[in-house]
Each structure stands twice: as C-alpha cells, then as structure tokens.
C-alpha cells in the first residue's frame, strides 16, 4: 500500500510541476492543484498508514492497533485552506484574462520589462 | 497577564471582522480599522515589554498541556518583530486612510490589511510548525488579495507570478511538516527541538531541515529564489507594497531563523556554509538588480532582497553578536523600508509617476519630502548616525569576529553600491532639472489629504534617527534576543515545563 501510494505522490508532484512549467495560464492552476493533491498525499501516507483499527477507544479499553488522527486532521486543514486558495487563484486567472486578453504566460512580462 | 500573548492576535481578528460588519459606511470602516491598529500596536508593544521584563510567555488557548495542544509562546524574538510589525502596521494604515483611492478601501482593503497583520503576529506567536503553517496560509490569502486589489493590468500580472510561486513554497512547507511529524512523532516546535536533538542528525529530519530551508527561502526571498519579488512588489499602491515590503519576507526570515535556531542549531554543518554562500550571493545580486533599474519602486524592491542578504548572514555566523547583529538589522530594515515605500507612495501622489526619467525637482518643489527621503535612504545604506550604520557595523565587528572576511567584504561593498542607487534616485528624482513636457497636473489632486500620508512617514524617520542616536537599548535588547536564540533550553523550559 505505501508503495503504491508513493508512486501515486511522485507521480502527482511531477505532473504539477509539469504543468506549473506550460505557458497557459489554466494549466498553471491545474499544476497548483496537483501540487497541493500531492502534498496532502504525501502528508498523508508519510504520516503511517494503519488498517483496520480505526477508533482509539475499543470499547471502554485503549485499542492496541488504531490510527494516528493527527496527519488527517492536518490534511483536512491542508485541504480547506488548498480549497480556498485555489478558488482565488481560479478567479485570478480569469481576472487576468479579462484584463490582459491572454492566457499565455509568456505575455505577461510587461512589469519585468519596465513601462 | 498570559492573555498579553493572545491580544496582537484576537485585536486584529475582531477589527477585520468588525470592519467586515461596516462594509456599507466607509468613515465607521475607517473608524474601527484606525482604533484596531492602536490597540493592536499597544498590546503588542506591552508584549514586549512584559516578555523583557519576566521572561518567555506561554499560553496553551485550548488547555491542553504543551505537546499536545496549541501553544503560543512569545519570546523576545517573536516580541521584538511582533511589536515592530504592529508599529509599522499602524504607520500604513494611517499612510492608506487619504494614500489608498476610495475605489479600494470600499473593496475591503481594510479587512484584508488587518487579517494580513493577524497571520503576521501568529506566525511570530505560534509556537507549533503546522500553526505556523496556518498562519502564513492566513497572511499569503490577504496579501494575494491585496497584491491584486484594483485589478490593473500590472498587479494581476504581477499576482500571477506571487501566487503561483508561494503556493509552490506552502506545499513544499507542508511536505516538510510531514517528514518530521513522521520521524520524530510531534509538531510542538519546543519538543520538536528536544526529540531532534536525541535523533540521528543525518537521517531524515535533516532531509526535512532542507526543505524547509527552500520554503522559507522562496518566503524570504533569499538568492536563487528570490525572483517572484521584484515582479510583484512594485505593482499594487504605495501602501499595500510597503506592508509587504515591510513584513512579509521578514516573516520568512523569521520562520528560518527559528527553525535554524531551536530545531537545527546551526553548528558547523554544512548548512551553515550554504546560507553564508546564499546570504552573500542574495546581497550581491540584490544590488546589482537594483543598479539597473529605474523606477523608484522597483529599485526599492530590489533592495529588499539584498538587505534580507545581510539578516542571513547574520544568521548564518550563529554567534551571539552576529544574531544581535540581525535583530537588530530587522528591526532597522522593518521601519526604513515601510518608509520608503511610503515617501514613494507620497511622490507618486504629488507626480502621478514613480519613473525616475519623468521624475524631477521635486527638491525645489518639495524640499520637507527631499529629507523625508534622504534620512530613511540614507539609513539603509548605513551612514551614520542612522539605525542602518549601527545594523551593519554590528554585523561586520560580528563577522571580522569569527574571521569570515569574505562575507564581510561583500557586506560593505554591497552597501557601498546601496549608497549608489540611493543617490541615483535622489539625483533624478529629486535634483535634476524636471523633464519639461510633462509638468505636474495632478498636483491640485494630489495634494488633498497629503499630511495623513507625511505624519507616518515622518514618525518612521524619527523613529530611525531615534535608534541611530540611542542604539544602546535596542542593542541591549538585540543581544538579550540572541542569547534566548541561542539557549533553547530556555524556550524549551518554559513551553514543556511550566506547563
């Protein structure tokens, strides 16, 4: 399970860091997706995966296998605030689009070039 | 009186909320936002004054004991830059009352300002990393917002390239967060420093150090990674740029120096080496970069990078006066940078233009704003008596100290070259025979509530000839700094064994 999992992890960083690299604005933000996907992933499965012993309470004695809450607990933080900051980078690039008639990101480089 | 640790950060809270509440009356707005920020910068200046007089602070806010549930600790680092964050915070807010348009403040502008200082003062009062997380995930949200505020062209393009590229550093931060949770089996930054001190320093947790090197790196805007900056700073307002002149990337510092300090000492490692190279390397480009151009906000913005050079260094020699030697570099580059960004924002109002070529005269016109400029210039190229002589004669007397001769040659030449470009925009802008074809126009326009944009700027340049003339306490208080950053034992006690 970890090895498919981690194979599953490299596959999503290097899909997003591919993406990040393409010239259009909307794979930009699929390629951020993908990224945070991957460090949720990873953050999970880094974090020790354990089967079938979910509670830590076996009835009224402490389970003697169960798993680790924390690591969920900080990916569904993880997966509220990535929800968040890419339903603003989504409207971002649309703003950008409106205002700059391109979504190629080689076209935007008036501010490095100076007005 | 551990509830001190809370106020910088519930005061903000409640002001943005209560902001959001008057979004229909602008003047209530404004009310509340003004009365937020002297309350915020008072209760952290008293932080700091409680946490100098009896020690390090420590608040569990769910009461749950130390490595199990939030904590919030305030020790003099995360007091210093706490209360010198408020302190400029304040200054912008005034700044942006008449220096940020109508179209603007109605947009939100002081909600988002006031969540932005809230994620700044939790990541300096945290003390857990995956909080730390949080808090900047808090400060990146409201600063994309505000980079973006008004939607011109070069602002959204600008944005772009600063979303993108902190989002790439947040999820290589949560990557980081992960190996060590899973290595050492705790996130609580004091007994993250207790169980890595038993662990195998070559290990993974060592892996982990590295990519939070990158992280906090990308934040900070150290050498190769620096290049989001200058594409994005000069863009938004005036006052926008100069809260993320001011605080941002010092929050980067600030994340590095902790984790370089209490979970990595920094002794002889390699990983010392490599942040001298990048502290020399970030200073040398910086400058150069700020050599080349040519609009007042743009050099600006390249400086930044080449003074976040000299807090590195500072770091990077880990001795106690080098580390004073940065406190004291980031209190000074805190305050003089937020000015100048200010007095940019001033002479972009009084021209309509911040294009060295089109600028001009501005000395015959404006001789106040000429010194309102020169002493926060002339501060960060480190004359004396300003703040920035005695930042940067600590940090050399430091690296002359531990015979690192290289990185204090490049120091002072690098501020030899600071000293150019200050004088090449005091020269064009100021100076020289104002171009003719365009004269000013919007000068009736502009003029219009210019003393709430000069009374901050101005009570920033007191505040730098103040540390100049009476560097003493602030060093005194500098070395107290590092001498906590250097004993984790004390951070360490005070967050496990008071508990």
Not at chain 2, 225 to 231: E, I, M, Q
Request: glycine content about 8%; proline content about 4%.
């Amino acid at each position: 399970m970890e090895l498919l999992l981690a194979i599953t992890v490299g596959a999503l960083y290097a899909a997003g860091f591919y993406m990040i690299l393409r010239r259009s604005l909307v794979k930009l933000i699929i390629g951020l997706a993908l990224l945070s996907h991957a460090a949720n992933l990873f953050l999970f499965t880094v974090g020790g995966l354990t089967r079938a012993g979910v509670p830590l309470l076996d009835g009224v004695e402490p389970a003697t296998t169960f798993a680790d809450p924390l690591p969920q607990a900080l990916i569904l933080t993880a997966i509220v605030i990535g929800f968040g900051v890419q339903a603003f980078a989504i409207v971002l690039l649309r703003w950008v689009y409106q205002t700059t008639g391109t979504d190629d990101v080689n076209q935007l480089q008036t501010t490095d070039i100076g007005s | 009186m551990k509830l001190l640790v809370l106020a910088p950060i519930l005061a903000p809270l409640i002001t943005a909320a209560l902001c959001l509440l008057a979004w229909q009356r602008m003047w209530l707005q404004r009310a509340i936002s003004l009365l937020g920020g002297v309350v915020f910068t008072c209760s952290s200046v008293a932080l700091l004054g409680y946490v100098y007089s009896y020690g390090i602070v420590v608040m569990q806010p769910g009461n749950w004991p130390a490595p199990f549930g939030i904590t919030l600790v305030a020790d003099l680092f995360s007091a210093v830059m706490a209360a010198v964050g408020s302190i400029v915070g304040l200054a912008v807010l005034i700044f942006s009352l008449t220096g940020v348009d109508q179209q603007r403040q109605q947009g939100g502008f002081h909600p988002l300002l006031h969540t932005l200082l809230l994620g700044v003062s939790g990541s300096f009062l945290t003390g857990d990393l995956f909080n730390l997380y949080v808090w900047f995930e808090v400060m990146l949200i409201s600063s994309f917002v505000l980079v973006s505020l008004g939607g011109e062209k070069a602002q959204l393009e600008g944005a772009i390239k600063y979303v993108t590229l902190n989002l790439l550093s947040s999820a290589l931060f949560l990557a980081a967060v992960g190996v060590l949770y899973s290595t050492v089996g705790t996130l609580n930054l004091a007994d993250l420093a207790v169980r890595l001190g038993d662990a195998d320093p070559s290990g993974a947790p060592s892996v982990a150090g590295r990519i939070l090197l990158i992280a906090f790196g990308i934040k900070a805007a150290v050498f190769p990674l620096f290049f989001w900056l200058p594409a994005s700073y000069h863009t938004p307002p005036a006052a926008i740029s100069a809260v993320l002149a001011g605080l941002l990337t010092k929050v980067g510092v600030y994340a590095m120096t902790r984790v370089f300090s209490l979970l990595f000492p920094l002794e002889g490692d390699s990983t010392q080496t490599l942040l001298l190279w990048t502290a020399g390397l970030t200073m040398a480009t910086g400058v150069l970069g700020a050599a080349a151009q040519n609009d007042i906000r743009r050099v600006l913005s390249f400086h930044i990078i080449s003074q976040i050079g000299y807090m590195i260094m500072g770091l990077a020699m880990y001795t106690p006066l080098a580390l004073a030697g940065m406190v004291f570099y980031l209190v000074h580059h805190i305050v003089v940078k937020t000015n100048l960004f200010l007095v940019a924002g001033i002479v972009q109002r009084l021209r309509g233009t911040c294009d060295l070529d089109r600028l001009g005269g501005l000395y015959r016109d404006k001789a106040w704003l000429a010194f309102l400029f020169l002493i926060p210039a002339f501060s960060l190229a480190g004359l004396p008596p300003l703040s920035g002589f005695w930042a940067k004669f600590i940090l050399a007397r430091a690296g002359l100290e531990a015979e690192r001769y290289l990185i204090v040659a490049v120091a002072l030449a690098v501020s030899l070259l600071t000293l150019f470009s200050m004088t090449k925009v005091w020269a064009e802008a100021f100076w020289k025979v104002p171009p003719a074809q365009d004269t000013p126009a919007t000068e009736i326009e502009g003029s219009e509530g210019l003393r709430w944009m000069v009374v901050p700027s101005a009570a920033l340049a007191s505040l730098t000839v103040a540390i100049g003339f009476a560097a003493e306490p602030l060093f005194e208080l500098a070395s107290a700094t590092a001498n906590q950053l250097l004993d984790p034992k004390q951070y360490i006690d005070a967050v496990l064994g008071g508990a």
